[in-house]
């Protein structure tokens, strides 16, 4: 009976457990010209859609490129542009800089699997921007959506959590300490031909 009751309660917990409306993942990392472009993938749950104002934030986008912001094949339904701060949140343990950019990716087209769900996750790739900078470090992102089933159908849903973006590769202590030693030995090697040109 135990087994039961618990297999009950896990069932239970798995059909009415939240999804995290939008989840984007950093796919790559592309040289262009002398920038680096970097290309969001992710997905939408299947309990959650898209209305007007439905908004995905990357936060801090380091050494962004003025006018480099893409939403790929969605530029129909999907306005793209940069904010310093926002008026979503970013996760726990993050902050939203407000001398670093933050991309925006914000739904106008018609309603998207709003109501009537669940429905399957949704997969979307090929939003862009690009950045001086080719080095990835983890800052956060936020979403918000809308339920599409249930009594919440219509209701905000409220996501964040962490996602690469770009970073100013910063050389670590050994590599400093190789460069230390390696600006140490010519200097005692130029010493040496000094000595050895005035013997």
């Known amino acids: 009976m135990k087994n039961v009751l618990l297999a009950a309660a896990a069932a239970l917990a798995l059909s009415t457990g939240a999804h ?10 592309t040289l262009v010209g002398s920038d680096y472009e ?22 801090d986008f380091l050494g962004y490129v003025d006018g480099s912001i893409s939403a790929g094949i969605y530029s129909g339904d999907v ?4 904010e310093n701060t926002s008026l979503l949140l970013p996760p726990p343990g993050q902050d939203d800089d407000p001398l670093i950019v933050n991309l925006v990716f914000r739904w106008t087209g018609a309603p998207f699997n709003a109501s009537g769900g ?10 862009t921007a ?6 990835v470090a983890i800052d956060g992102f936020s979403a918000q959506a809308v339920v599409n089933n249930g009594a919440a159908t219509g209701l905000a849903a409220f996501n964040s959590g962490e ?13 400093w300490a190789m460069l230390i030693l390696g600006f140490g030995g010519v200097g005692a090697m130029m010493r ?5 040109a005035f013997a």
């Not at 690009?130 to 080095?135: A, L």
């Open 20 to 29: 995290a409306a939008i989840i984007p993942v950093l796919d790559t990392v």
């Open 38 to 59: 970097f290309s969001y993938s992710g997905t939408l749950a299947g309990d959650q859609g898209l209305v007007e104002g439905s908004t995905l934030v990357i936060f």
């Open 79 to 82: 306005d793209a542009y940069t």
């Open 118 to 127: 669940p429905f399957g996750d949704v997969s979307f790739a090929g939003l």
């Open 130 to 135: 690009r950045s001086i900078y080719s080095g």
């Open 163 to 175: 996602v690469g973006v770009p970073a100013a590769l910063v050389p670590e202590p050994a590599s």
């Open 192 to 196: 040496a031909r000094r000595r050895l």
